[in-house]
């Protein structure tokens, strides 16, 4: 079992950018975050928790939803056990709860089912 906890939303307005970070720790003497797929999910109000972007493992391949990208940039530091996401040109639709979510030996998907460590989540508000 891992811990994941947010950091770096707030609010922005329309144009403007914000830098989310994920740390990744567990207690387990095993623990390696290399072996972790990284993913970033977002939870707008009445609405379903949805894919933004996905990092694998090893060589750090990206995916990206539709909508964001060329806007956000998922990277990933194994020496500082932690994922970022870079997100410039926000706008009122990217406003939601951010989420980090961790999938052990994973290929980076956007399926919420194959997460199967998740963080509380940050929230990001952009005005118009």
């Known amino acids: 079992q891992v811990q994941l906890v947010e950091s770096g939303g707030g609010s922005v307005q329309a144009g403007g950018s914000l830098r989310l970070s994920c740390a990744v720790s567990s207690r387990t003497f095993r623990f390696s975050f290399s072996d972790y797929a990284m993913g970033w999910f977002r939870q707008a109000p009445g609405k379903d928790r949805e894919f933004v972007a996905a990092?694998?493992?090893?060589?750090?391949?990206?995916y990206y939803t539709d909508s964001v990208k060329g806007r956000f940039t998922i990277s990933r530091d194994n020496a500082k056990n932690t994922v970022n996401l870079q997100m410039n040109n926000l706008q009122p639709e990217d406003t939601a709860v951010y989420y980090c979510?961790?999938?052990?030996?994973?290929?980076?998907?956007?399926?919420?089912?194959?997460?199967?460590?998740w963080g509380r989540g940050t929230q990001v508000t952009v005005s118009s």
């Open positions: 979510a961790a999938d052990l030996l994973g290929a980076g998907t956007k399926s919420r089912d194959a997460y199967e460590s």
């Open positions: 990092i694998s493992t090893n060589i750090g391949r990206t």
